[in-house]
């Protein structure tokens, strides 16, 4: 297919900012699977921290880098992500290559925990602030589930008025599918 898969198009964006020795931020950990991809993209002197609320989803990915030999390059803390800026070691602070979101829940988790506007809308205001320039947000919208379609509006709401001299807004998705298919937001810092 030419045009590239919703998920796809994340990890081609993720290719194109991080480099070895980046800093990248994995907002919602869950299985690990993003986490994983982006500690072999910023290489043995980079540094990627994620976060996730479940003890569940820490321990499945904590076992998922150690296996995969990744584990010394992350950070992995059972948090909510609008912590990050507080936890985040202020070196890093404005150096952040990267940061993904997979909104919604768990897949084969608990499905009544799911991000939230409030705290999704204060850790991606934390997150731009620690971008560096040039460097990327990234959030992949799921929206079909109870919360979901609020959480879509709150966010479409507050990256529509970013402002264009400081940030650059991409909407990417597929407009003709069934069943609310997810989308992708990038915001990246000029
Ligand atoms: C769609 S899943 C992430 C999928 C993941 N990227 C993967 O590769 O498996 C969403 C995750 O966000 C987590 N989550 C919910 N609220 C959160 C918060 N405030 N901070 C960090 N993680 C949160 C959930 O526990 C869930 O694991």
């Not at 919602?28 to 986490?35: A, I, K, Y």
């Amino acid at each position: 297919m030419t045009l590239q898969p919703i998920l796809v198009f994340v990890r081609t964006l993720m290719q194109s900012v991080l480099h070895d020795e980046a800093i990248a931020i994995d907002a919602t950990v869950g299985n690990g699977h993003d986490t994983v991809f982006l500690a072999k993209l910023v290489g043995e002197a980079g540094k990627v921290y994620g976060f996730d609320i479940q003890a569940e989803a820490i321990e499945v990915t904590n076992k998922r880098l150690i296996e995969e030999g990744l584990a010394e390059r992350v950070a992995l803390f059972q948090l909510g992500h609008e912590n990050a800026e507080m936890v985040i070691p202020l070196e890093d602070h404005g150096n952040v290559a990267a940061a993904i979101f997979n909104l919604g829940y768990l897949p084969k988790g608990d499905k009544s925990i799911i991000t939230k506007p409030e705290t999704t809308i204060s850790a991606v205001e934390q997150m731009l602030k620690m971008l560096k320039v040039g460097g990327i947000v990234v959030l992949v919208v799921y929206h079909g589930h109870d919360g979901g379609a609020e959480e879509r509006d709150t966010l479409l709401q507050y990256v529509t008025t970013l402002n264009q001299e400081k940030f650059q807004v991409l909407q990417y998705s597929f407009i003709n599918q069934r069943n609310h298919p997810p989308f992708v937001l990038a915001i990246e810092k000029r």
